[in-house]
DNA sequence: GTCTATAGGTAGATAGAC
DNA sequence: GTCTATCTACCTATAGAC
């Protein structure tokens, strides 16, 4: 069972541009990765926004449903939360390059991303999660706080430590290692902050 | 009292290059932005490299020092914290495209970002932050948490929704200014989750 | 489908007049 | 200091043989 040429390539092509972004991306280069030549690439793929689509589109797609399994699943508030953030976390340490990537190239081409993402099949879709939360407040069974506010620190805790890892690393001064330790001790640690976070004060 | 030429660049390059981030800017871009023409550039700034180091070294020295003013200061755990979170978001208010672009440039370049953050004169200074969340553990007059996941969520619940921009309000389909007064009730928002979440429970 | 060779355009950098 | 003109290199994309 051989690998695609096509799929050579996209995989090729993914790791391209993830580490350097579109601009810098050079065909050459992905030819290379891919151990073909430039102009198989055109044959494929007709020119390199086409072939930075498909990357862009494929990582999307594959990372969207599987969050959103979990948020629009019928779990209690707290089984949602852990669910979401191991879903989530696991995801990006499979593609840690993958945070960078995306909130760079969407912040360089807003418009473009805006008109893209809105096209999609399926959006992230935390609107059960943000019911949930409301309902729960209003039932007195945790603190009341702003769903949205809620909703952004999570993912914030989640994707942040991905994307400023050069930063951290250098501030910190750890090494690969460590910074995967933490990683992965990252996924229970942020549920409990969370789930005290929300605890109501009067139980 | 005029604003000198150079200063013009600078202004210029800052636009541009937070904007498409290194590898997409243009020269000829920058020249337009600033009034001038490139030969102009390369006058002051022998080459693109110089120039964008110039700009992305001025942020950091921007920032950097504002930050750690706070986070070294003699201030009650409760305080320091609401006034780093306060002092960082105000900071990324008057410079919201600050963060996308230097998380996507340093991971585009992650070794000479941390040879040249290591030489620089001040690096950010969470330490004096650190050891007073354990203290005051120990002392029981909080819960004990990881006080680098703690740090770790701090800055993220500050930074990536500046970074997150675009994708945020496609899927919540909010307007620009349903995204500002929203950022601009962060402040006080995310300074409560963190107090909440490390109140102790005994208390 | 896969390759080589090359066209065509663009951008960073320099030379030199004023 | 500031400008115009140009050189040189590189990169995307295409043409065409196999």
Redesign the interface.
Known sequence: MEISTEDKILLAAKEVFT??????ARMQEIADAAGINKGLLHYYFKNKEKLFLSVFHDALDNFIPRVNQVLEADLSLEEKIAGFIGEYMEVLIKNP?LP?????E???H?QE??RS??SRKE??N?MKLMMQLQMEADAGRI?S??P???W??I???C???F??????????GINDAQYWD?MR??KK??TD??L????N?NN
Chains 1, 2 share one sequence.
Not at 19 to 24: I, P, T, W
Not at 196 to 199: C, F, Q, S
């Open positions: 580490q350097k972004g579109y601009a810098a390059h960078a990537f995306v909130l760079g969407m912040n360089q807003p991303f805006t993402i809105l959006l992230p935390p603190r706080v702003s949205l506010h809620l952004m620190n993912v914030s805790m994707v942040l430590p994307a400023a890892r050069p930063m951290f690393q250098a501030v910190m933490f001790s990252r640690e942020v902050f969370i005290h976070a929300i605890r004060e």
